[in-house]
């Protein structure tokens, strides 16, 4: 293929995209290095027909100017499941329509290059793990805790794929017989405890109970997600407080059972609630410390080096060894 050839004699660039359920990102990559970045807030309505077309926006804002016989492919990080190896997304429970949906052959006919789909979290312990707080290890979880969970994980110096690229889907390990739904369909799954949307669940009930409180008053002028109630946390207000607490909690207690069935060196935590890990971390730590055997007391949670980038490191890393094989 012509791609292919000129990309052996020009440096390595890839555009790397990743899917969420709060915003589509991409990047132009020069290996793990970005160069331009660009954002939109995911489509939901549109469905998949106008994610795609966000796909082909943003992949034109930040190649403008670049050659794409320089650009090796794509690489799609995707919440799932996802089938990696058809390139099929399988079904997204944070984002409604996407079943079934073969990704990577619509997206590559739209834009003319190869596209390589990833798990999220996958391609995000990828990024983390070769460029960023994983570096240099041999077992590490990665953990993202956002719209939903998810996980990647290394072991014995290998990235864990599994049955069609679905290793690791942490989020939906049960910690209770009876507990919130969660959007998968099951009942009391980490990620239904545990996730940014669930804390905002909670955050709502909470201001509705007290209107004179932080969260009544806050949720008078505008909506609540976990964002305030960190704010509400960092300003002194007792119920964000608890809130927070709870949630450094749950996160322990989901964690404890990663590092049971992983044994990893250490637990990297990415997504949007590690911006505030500093208020989470003695909690989550606590917990560890108190219901992790003995061997795993140790094993530490650190937050993510590479921050929002996390994702789009690990795709770009993973299209430039794909488009190498």
């Given at each position: 293929m012509p791609w292919r050839g000129r990309f052996e004699m020009?440096?390595?660039?890839?555009i790397a995209i990743d899917l969420g359920g709060t915003q589509v990102r991409a990047a132009l990559c020069e290996g793990p290095r970005i160069l331009v970045r660009a954002s939109k807030k995911t489509d939901l309505a549109g469905g998949p027909t106008d994610i795609v077309k966000q796909f082909e926006?943003?992949?034109?804002?930040?190649s403008a100017g670049a050659d794409r016989g320089d650009i090796a492919g794509v690489g799609l990080?995707?919440?799932g499941p996802v089938d990696t190896e058809l390139g099929i997304v399988l079904g997204i429970p944070t984002i409604p329509g996407w079943e079934n949906i073969p990704i990577c052959t619509l997206l590559s006919n739209r834009v003319g290059l190869p596209v390589h789909l990833e798990n999220d979290a996958i391609a995000a312990a990828l990024g983390e793990w070769r460029h960023g707080a994983g570096q240099g290890l041999q077992n590490m979880v990665y953990l993202t805790v956002s719209t939903g969970i998810g996980g990647g994980a290394v072991v014995d110096g290998r990235l864990l794929h599994g049955r069609k690229g679905m290793a690791a889907h942490v989020g939906h390990m049960r910690l209770a017989q009876e507990g919130p739904r969660c959007k998968c369909g099951a009942v009391a799954c980490f990620e239904a405890f545990a996730s940014g949307t669930a804390l905002a669940e909670r955050a709502r009930a909470a201001g509705e109970a007290d209107p004179a409180g932080f969260l009544?008053?806050?949720?008078?002028?505008?909506?609540?997600?976990?964002?305030?109630?960190?704010?509400?946390?960092?300003?002194?207000?007792?119920?964000?407080?608890?809130?927070?607490?709870?949630?450094?909690?749950?996160l322990g207690q989901g964690i404890t059972s990663i590092i049971h069935a992983f044994s990893p060196e250490q637990v990297v935590l990415g997504g949007g609630l590690s911006h505030s890990f500093d208020l989470l971390e003695a909690g989550i730590h606590a917990v560890i410390a108190a219901d992790a055997m003995a061997p795993f007391k140790q094993v530490r949670v650190v937050p993510s080096m590479l921050g929002d980038n996390?994702?789009?490191?690990g795709a770009a890393t993973m299209a430039l060894e794909r488009a190498g094989s």
């Open positions: 020009t440096i390595a660039k890839t926006s943003l992949i034109d804002e930040v990080s995707s919440a009544g008053l806050t949720l008078k002028n505008k909506s609540i997600g976990a964002l305030q109630v960190f704010e509400g946390a960092r300003e002194g207000d007792p119920q964000c407080r608890l809130l927070v607490d709870q949630e450094a909690a749950y996390s994702g789009l490191v």
